[in-house]
């Protein structure tokens, strides 16, 4: 009767995600709870709930071989995204003061816009990608460099929709032109211990900041994501 229960329960799942534009499969049947915690799902730490709400979650520290195919039935902003209705964009909002690039160059900016912060931001998801893309290059698919390289593609197409959302110019891609090379395994665990503090702090200054609801969420999620992901490398150290 249970195993029935579970089964019928399993489908109703399917449908209802289905319905909603989600293709993934059943996360409970192909993923070991590291893997949910990084595509969103997993229970975070000193959590009770089932699902959380994360987008970059989980430790990524696991044996499993299952992939991260839920990253699409992640909470997210899809092309639909709008303004925030209750927050007035002037045109500074919208304009450009960058001090350098991703989080470096955000947490050297005392000008903070709107159009700063999301180009910032995805200037820093850019850079994670290259440098984990480059750190599997030079020492194989290690984890969790490949499940955190490819919770990235989730990150930047969760902040692509607020650009178009508030009018202004994502950037290009130029994040293979500022990886840099490690010499070993733990130089690399270590890159990404750096790269998450100073991706969470860039996330913490931003939301000292006037900001529409709906950007304040992702930085929000993004940010914990992050906390997760420094704790993955910390765990190799």
Request: proline letters at 4%; glycine letters at 8%.
């Amino acid at each position: 009767m249970k195993r029935r229960f579970s089964i019928a329960l399993v489908a109703i799942l399917t449908l209802t995600l289905a319905l909603a534009g989600c293709a993934a499969a059943p996360v409970a049947s192909t993923h070991s709870e590291d893997d949910l915690q990084l595509i969103g799902f997993g229970k975070q730490p000193g959590e009770t709930t089932a699902l959380s709400t994360g987008y970059r979650g989980g430790n990524g520290d696991t044996n499993s071989n299952s992939g991260i195919e839920g990253d699409d039935c992640a909470p997210s902003y899809n092309t639909n995204t709008t303004a925030a209705p209750d927050f007035s964009l002037s045109e500074s909002d919208k304009t450009l003061s960058l001090t350098g690039y991703g989080a470096e160059g955000a947490l050297d900016d005392d000008t903070l816009t709107l159009a700063d912060m999301l180009t910032y931001a995805i200037q820093d998801e850019y850079l994670a990608r290259a440098e984990y893309e480059r750190i599997i290059a030079d020492f194989g698919s290690v984890r969790p460099f490949t499940n955190i390289m490819r919770a990235e593609e989730t990150h930047i197409k969760t902040l692509l929709p607020l650009f178009d959302a508030y009018g202004i110019t994502a950037p290009a891609d130029e994040g293979a032109s500022h990886a840099v090379a490690v010499p070993s395994l733990t130089d690399a665990y270590q890159a990404g211990v750096s790269a998450e503090v100073s991706n969470i702090a860039m996330y913490d200054t931003f939301l000292e900041q006037e900001l529409p609801d709906n950007v304040r969420t992702v930085f929000e999620s993004l940010m914990r994501a992050s906390e997760n992901h420094l704790r993955a490398f910390q765990n190799r150290l």
